[in-house]
């Protein structure tokens, strides 16, 4: 195989390079703003309330930390498992997940009640906390994602780069665990309370990570004038596939055995039949959107080497999975809490018994968009600034 | 490389005086509001020097104690501060200690550090009659004021 | 009982005043306990693992329309509601139940149920949310960073999160823009030696006495007694919390 080189991605026009990070930089600018109101005020000025007490926000930091342990697994494959078509876009893999998961803490942090108490959630821990657990998990990331990135970079560290890859394989599984294990873990919401939300996911950060890889790879190179082999564009887009189903494997076992058990038949009811907005979110989002459309761009022999039907279903691979963290996160807390059962709630103080409402406000959209911003311009300054992608990624001509 | 020590040194020296003065300014200054309770008062429930120094620390071990194990009525206690040395307005209502020229707010907007307390602690005595808990027995500033115990309240 | 009961620190003050040598507790009527400690700094004892506080709420006494122990609740610790039911605090609320296949009709308070071993103490990263050695289950606001997992993982739905910031608040229950709250079984009472909590003393006062505070941990206390005597239930006994609140008639 002929050697890789790597440089830095310089975009053709240095225009069209300040003004998309401009826009980024608008775009940050709108969210810390927002951010900046909601706390202000408190956050009565947006949709959340007692009812529903993790809202938007929530879905967009979830969707992009659970993105970012994904986005690393292109790495994994490269230096862990051996796939020598792979490793050349190892680089990128992990400058993709540090970026993509700064952007979702960072709304998960502005999210906060008292987000100047950071300090105290880095200095009092309570290890019986999964959420405590995460806050080491998250801010071990970076720091082993970082040293995995030097030995990938540097050639006098490069002999580290497999026990480091290592490490950071089984500590973005354990990251995604954890973060599942956040709705695992909750046993008074029968939405949650179920152990396959753990390895659930990780599965959804394996698919929505390397939906986020192959699209912004895919820019990335028409943005720098670099080509990319359809071999290595066709690897990736049936690993997506694999995914995908997988997704779907989790989504039919985890509803299957809700629907089995009978004290579960009120949340199931409520999401695959008359949830409202809910119910066409998990139909329409997530499974129409989210799984088959994909399946069918990824498999279909129509569309065999096009590119357009890769990026248009890591698209619709990332829309849907959206949909799906919004119908897990909200949809399972706008559905009531049983605490009589047998009987129902006639009269209550504090809305018990009813499903909650919640309409997303501005800001809180504007503080999760600006995640997703936060993530696409350190990727954008990062690939500027180091050498993350080989010059060409055509496929080797062995 | 001794003449920069040297010239350290004078520097030091000269920072410590220019401190020195400065922190004799503030110290001589008497900065307990007019017409609250604690301007008839001799000093503080420690002497002021060390309350000044140290209040901080001395309401974040009593709000453990309180919150976490239940003791109250300790010699340090926010709401004591607060009945104290509250200054009473001219209308004749209780002025929050958080705001401008009152006795919290005076020297923490000098010093830049926000007294985050008053988030959620109030930031005037609060009279009403049904509170239990948190308030120490009046009746140690009795033979100074010589009120009687509890004047105010219930 | 009444002068009594809304006037102890009074008591407790003349009391304290005098020179006190002996240490103790001296009880001057049902309900009222004050503790004095020999030393001159009046600190109490705090809370002790000797007692684990509780209540049997009995469903039937529970009257439909009244609302006296919220009121209580609310005044006693400030909670000023602002119009939006969606974000104002509710430490206690009225519920009426129906039961779907006979249709008996039952009404009882919802608070805080203080578990033995509450989830919201599991999930709180930052030991927040934290048991008392006397059972009271509460929330640390000063190193609350306001996540609201523990209202994801209450079963109860018995927290509220401050959507606002708010001024003067009462001593009895500061509490602040962003921090997570919840029924405090009226700690500020229970340090001070009494023994009613607020919404008991409401609906005392209204004639339905349905709520019973105490100690679980006293044999011989009155509601250890109720509570041997007649069958009680947990709300969501399922989840093994062994709650300290406990519901007659449900």
Known sequence: MSKMYYRELYCGSPIRFWSGLALLGAFIVIGLGSAYYMEHNGHWVTGMSNQIVWGLPHVFAIFLIVAASGALNVASIGSVFGGPLYKPLGRYSGLLAIGLLAGGLMVLVLDLGRPDRLIVAMTEYNFKSIFAWNVILYSGFFAIVGVYLWTMMDRSVSKFNRPVGFAAFFWRIALTTGTGSIFGFLVAREAYDAAIMAPMFVIMSFSYGLAFFIITLITAYIWGDREIGDLRLTRLKNLLGVFVGAVLYFTLAYNITNLYITQHHGIERFVLLDGGIYTQMFWIGQILIGSVLPLFLIYSPAFEKSRWAIAAASIAVLIGGFFQIYVIVIGGQAYPMNLFPGKEVVESGFFDGVVASYTPTFPEAALGVAGIAVALAMVAVGARVFKVFPETLEDPNS | MRSSLISNRYLIILLAGLLLSAMQAFGESAFVTKGSKAASLDNCVAPTDVMRRNHMDFLKHGRDDTVRDGVRGLEYSLSECIDCHASTGRSGKAMPVDAEGEFCQECHGYVAVSPACFQCHRTTPEKMGNNYGYHKDESFFVESTSQPAGIQRD | ?250
């Open chain 3, 1 to 250: 009982m009444s002068k009594k009961g809304d006037q102890p620190s009074m008591e407790r003050r003349q009391f304290i005043g005098g020179t006190i040598a002996a240490a103790g507790a001296l009880t001057i009527a049902p309900g009222v306990i004050l503790h004095a400690v020999a030393d001159t700094d009046q600190r109490t004892e705090g809370a002790s693992s000797e007692h684990r506080w509780g209540m049997v709420i009995d469903a039937n006494k529970c009257a439909d329309g009244c609302t006296a122990c919220v009121e209580a609740c609310n005044t006693e610790h400030s909670l000023t509601g602002l119009g939006r039911p969606e974000t104002d605090a509710a430490w206690i609320r009225t519920v009426k139940l129906k039961d779907k296949q006979t249709g008996n009709i039952s009404r009882l308070p919802v608070m805080c149920q203080h578990c033995e071993h509450p989830p919201c103490v599991d999930v709180c990263p930052t030991n927040a949310s934290f048991k008392r050695a006397d059972g009271v289950v509460l929330v640390d606001r000063h190193t609350c960073i306001g996540c609201r997992y523990c209202m994801m993982a209450c079963p109860y739905k018995a927290r509220s999160f401050i959507h606002e910031a708010l001024s003067d608040q009462s001593v009895n229950a500061p509490r602040g823009k962003g921090c997570v709250e919840s029924c405090t079984l009226c700690v500020h009472r229970i340090d001070e030696g009494v023994m009613q909590t607020a919404c008991q003393e409401a609906c005392e006062k209204d004639g339905h006495a349905a709520i019973l505070f105490g100690d679980l941990k006293d044999p011989n206390s009155e509601i250890s007694q109720v509570l041997k005597k007649y069958n009680s239930v947990q709300i969501r006994g399922d989840l093994e919390l062994n709650t300290g609140v406990r519901y007659r008639n449900l």
